[in-house]
């Protein structure tokens, strides 16, 4: 199974300031044959399933604001929040739909510092 | 507007089997692919597979082969997991989640809570 690691395990950020959550894949998520990285970002808050953020590693889903963004490609993936909100304390997990079993991270918890 | 209505709580004893549906509305449903996800307490979150609604096949995560069944009910737009012979690992929140393409789970229902206790 190709396994997702996250880093790091909790992070705590002021109000307003950047967060950076890394994701590595123990294998390229990289299709050679559309150029395309099946990677995708969620974010679950308490007591809520997770919400889809981002696919394609970059890509954003309609409604997410764009303090998200995504990058990366192959093994390292990044998720950024540009300016840190108080709703966007969650948990975030980055998840591989390139292979079967579609595995994700452990999660990411991001808090308020 | 697409929603996914799982049913409701389960408390079930090691050894047993369990059945948690998942009916789908807002959509057609044998156009998108329906997978499980399960998140034991205070932990993240585990795949354990798809189904496709039109014409049944199914993928299992290899962590529970041979425990696992995914069916549909094509009439009522309701999925079926079925999980058996129980062990207190697997008391967890189980959610089903549509697949638009590309296999991206964009839309959720409101999760089952299992709990696996003698």
């Known amino acids: 199974d190709l396994v997702m690691t996250q880093s790091p395990d909790s992070l705590a950020v002021s109000l307003g300031e950047r967060a950076t959550i890394n994701c590595k894949s123990s294998?390229?998520?990289?299709?050679?044959?559309?150029?395309?990285?099946?990677l995708s970002w969620y974010q679950q808050k308490p007591g809520q399933p997770p919400k889809l953020l981002i696919y394609?590693?970059?890509t954003r889903q309609s409604g997410v604001p764009d303090r998200f963004s995504g990058s990366g490609s192959g093994t390292h993936f990044t998720l950024t929040i540009s300016s840190l909100q108080a709703e966007d304390v969650a948990v975030y997990y980055c998840?591989?739909?390139?292979?079967?079993?579609?595995?994700f991270g452990q999660g990411t918890k991001l808090e308020i510092k | 507007q697409v929603q996914l209505v799982q049913s409701g709580a389960e408390v079930k004893k090691p050894g047993a089997s369990v059945r948690v549906s998942c009916k789908a509305s807002?959509?057609?449903?044998?156009?998108?692919?329906l997978h499980w996800v399960r998140q034991a307490p205070g932990r993240g979150l585990e795949w354990m597979g798809r189904?496709?609604?039109?014409?049944?096949?199914?993928v299992y995560a290899q962590d529970f082969q041979g425990r696992v069944t995914m069916t549909r009910d094509t009439s009522t737009s309701t999925v079926f997991l079925d999980l058996s012979s129980l062990r207190s690992e697997d008391t967890a929140i189980y959610y089903c989640?549509?697949?638009?393409?590309?296999?991206?789970?964009?839309?959720w229902g409101q999760g089952t809570l299992v709990i696996v206790s003698s």
């Open positions: 989640a549509r697949a638009g393409v590309w296999e991206l789970l964009g839309d």
């Open positions: 807002g959509y057609m449903f044998t156009s998108y692919h």
């Open positions: 294998q390229s998520v990289l299709s050679s044959s559309n150029d395309r990285n099946y």
């Open positions: 189904i496709n609604p039109r014409g049944a096949y199914t």
């Open positions: 998840q591989q739909y390139y292979t079967t079993p579609y595995t």
């Open positions: 394609w590693a970059s």
